[in-house]
């Protein structure tokens, strides 16, 4: 009888333990585990080896709006945090969505620390959908710890 109370209080304790670790927050960054070897796929467990790079920070302004693109994408040991504005097509996200909506674009833009500047604000500039700028601000750390800047102003 008393191997079944501590049973007991052990599911109770465990349950409760649980269910506080599932509560929701209003967070807007994910963090993963890189160590988790859950088979459970996920999309924001996005390793830097998945675009090249561990931190991409772009603002474009357009003739007609300022921060018309922001995208603030950060990955390491913590986990990753991702925030994604496109004035242009109505898209406010943060975390899993952020991801979700960036994942896509971030794997078609294959940029080097070696791209001419040229090469650099045509390839992002398409990928995001737009065709002028006023002003033009990416910086990205590669996998290798090499950190660009890119900046142009029409």
Do not use: H
């Amino acid at each position: 009888m008393k191997k079944i109370s501590k049973t007991m209080a052990f599911l109770a304790s465990s349950s409760v333990l649980l269910l506080a670790a599932c509560g929701e927050t209003t967070d807007n960054t994910v963090e993963t585990d890189p160590a988790d070897s859950s088979p459970v796929e996920n999309n924001q467990s996005a390793t830097p080896t998945d675009y090249g790079f561990t931190s991409f920070d772009l603002s474009i302004d357009t003739p007609d709006e300022r921060d018309a693109i922001d995208v603030d994408y950060e990955t390491g040991r913590s986990g990753t945090e991702i925030e994604y504005q496109n004035v242009l097509e109505d898209v406010n996200l943060g975390g899993d969505e952020a991801g979700t909506a960036l994942e896509p674009i971030f794997t078609n833009l294959n940029l080097t620390a070696d791209m001419a500047k040229e090469d650099v604000l045509s390839t992002v500039t398409e990928a995001f959908g737009v065709t002028e700028y006023r002003d033009f601000e990416l910086e990205v750390e590669f996998e290798d710890g090499k950190e660009v800047k890119w900046e142009d102003t029409k």
